[in-house]
Nanobody
Framework: QVQLVESGGGLVQAGGSLRLSCVAS????????TAWFRQAPGKEQEFVAL????????IYADSVKGRFTISRDNTENTAYLQMNSLVPEDTAVYYC????????????????WGQGTQVTVSS
């Protein structure tokens, strides 16, 4: 199965943008639904966005809809999360996750997790 490594987190002012990357290795990336979850301090992990294996279907949490865009490049074994109009409430550790086949919003569906990347949005 694939292994995932995230990058691109950092500190940004409110209203700014960041682009997270998730590089997969060790498997056939195109066979995996890929998603992003996040966890803020003291809170549970929450679903952010997912993209289907071929990239045709994307689903977003209401809190990020219209601001975040998930995409993937299967030729580069990489998934992305473009985050615009960031607000302090977006501050969290962001995790790239994957499951083989079709998965949806539940974190229990995903058995492959990256190490996470910190995103901090200052007001």
């Amino acid at each position: 199965q694939v292994q995932l490594v995230e990058s691109g987190g950092g500190l940004v002012q409110a209203g700014g943008s960041l682009r997270l990357s998730c590089v997969a290795s060790g498997g056939t990336f195109s066979g995996y639904t890929t998603a992003w979850f996040r966890q803020a301090p003291g809170k549970e992990q929450e679903f952010v966005a997912l993209i289907s294996r071929g990239g045709v279907t994307t689903i977003y949490a209401d809190s990020v809809k219209g601001r975040f865009t998930i995409s993937r490049d299967n030729t580069e074994n990489t998934a992305y999360l473009q985050m615009n109009s960031l607000v302090p409430e977006d501050t969290a550790v962001y995790y790239c996750v994957a499951c083989y086949g079709t998965c949806w919003r539940s974190r229990r569906d995903y058995n492959i997790w990256g190490q996470g990347t910190q995103v901090t949005v200052s007001s």
